[in-house]
């Protein structure tokens, strides 16, 4: 197979090097081509036409190529996908279409069934809404990434027929707040990625149906307020990464229902204390060291970089205050308070006493003593 190249562009080929050819690969880097190129041999199995000025993607373009199985259309002009753009794609596996900069709507039925599809990737455009059902026929997708694009929320029925969906990439947004029919379609999700949007509000109940989910970040978000049973549902949850907001408020329970978690990140936030009542029915022994994280520390909890306040409302965070090696604590003594400039382990020796008769009692006596 001959490929032209003499139109290539350096961002995807800077030293102009061929990449690998034979019968069933076929590159067409930056060609100026404003229609998908005819001629491609029916028995491709991957192409790459990223770096053209397409502006659209007439119906059955690759209704001929039944043994296709990657497709990439990254940086060119589409619009829109029409109805039939992937018509006959019975071996495809991944599907391509990052930044397109003016690609802000996708046709119902633009989509037909195309059962190998497990990886979609419609990121970096400007999508702002899907039409319910869009999905309806992809039975098989396990990776959506709808990230970087104009979404100020999902509506019921946008995400329909995804059962099979694993990981969904949400970040880089405009979502303000997350509710239960965003994600009702979804029950499989192992990852969500809900990153870098306005997310002010989670909904109670939004998770419920998330059982298997085991990764979830909200990082980079407005959210100010943990409220009770936030998070109820997520029985299978590992890591929770909630850095990077405005959260100083954790109501009491507002981690319930996190039974596997291992990692809670509050990395730069507006904390200055809180309740151990926000950490009931949470098990501890999954921590390794302390449970809440310093500077120096690793720990089950990330706090650094906010303003906590140690005071005897922090007494819960130690088990034993007689232990002066800090055996036992759920915080490191080299942990930093901001009143005084003092570390956990300069202030529970100047308060030992009141926390001695302090009537707060750490987590279930962390879990027990371990």
Not at 159 to 183: C, R, T, V, W
């Amino acid at each position: 197979m001959v490929v032209d190249v003499s139109k290539c562009c350096c961002r995807f080929n800077p030293d102009h090097v061929l990449p690998s050819i034979d019968s069933k690969h076929s590159y067409h880097y930056c060609k100026d081509y404003q229609i998908v190129p005819d001629g491609i041999s029916s028995d491709i199995e991957l192409l790459q036409i990223s770096g053209n000025p397409i502006e659209e993607i007439q119906e059955n373009s690759f209704a001929t190529m039944r043994a296709l199985q990657e497709l990439f259309l990254d940086y060119n002009n589409l619009k829109v996908l029409r109805s039939g753009s992937f018509n006959n794609l019975t071996s495809i596996k991944t599907i391509s279409i990052t930044n397109n900069d003016n690609l802000d709507h996708i046709e119902l039925g633009a989509f037909p069934a195309l059962p190998s599809l497990i990886e979609l990737n419609m990121g970096h455009n400007k999508l702002f809404t899907l039409d319910v059902g869009l999905f309806q026929r992809l039975t098989g997708l396990r990776s959506l990434y709808l990230n970087d694009n104009r979404f100020q929320t999902l509506g019921s029925g946008m995400l329909s027929g995804l059962n099979a969906l694993d990981h969904l990439y949400l970040q880089d947004n405009f979502l303000s707040q997350i509710k239960p029919e965003m994600l009702s379609d979804v029950s499989n999700l192992h990852t969500l990625i809900l990153a870098s949007n306005e997310i002010e509000t989670i909904v109670e109940n939004s998770f419920t149906i998330l059982h298997r989910l085991s990764y979830l970040s909200l990082q980079g978000n407005k959210l100010a307020v943990i409220s009770a049973n936030t998070f109820l549902g997520l029985s299978s949850l590992k890591t929770l990464v909630l850095a990077q907001n405005q959260i100083s408020v954790i109501d009491r329970f507002g981690f319930s229902g996190l039974r596997s978690i291992h990692e809670i990140n509050l990395r730069n936030n507006s904390l200055s204390t809180f309740s151990h009542m926000a950490f009931n029915q949470i098990d501890f022994t999954h921590s390794w060291g302390h449970v809440f994280q310093s500077d120096s520390s690793p720990g089950f909890i990330n706090l650094t970089e906010n303003s906590m306040q140690c005071n005897k409302n922090l007494c819960w965070m130690q088990v034993s205050e007689e232990e002066e090696d800090g055996e036992g604590q759920l915080i490191s003594d080299d942990f930093a308070c901001i009143n005084n400039g003092q570390t956990w382990f300069q202030y529970r020796r100047a308060i030992v006493s009141d926390c001695s008769s302090s009537k707060t009692t750490s987590i279930d006596n962390y879990n027990e003593h371990h």
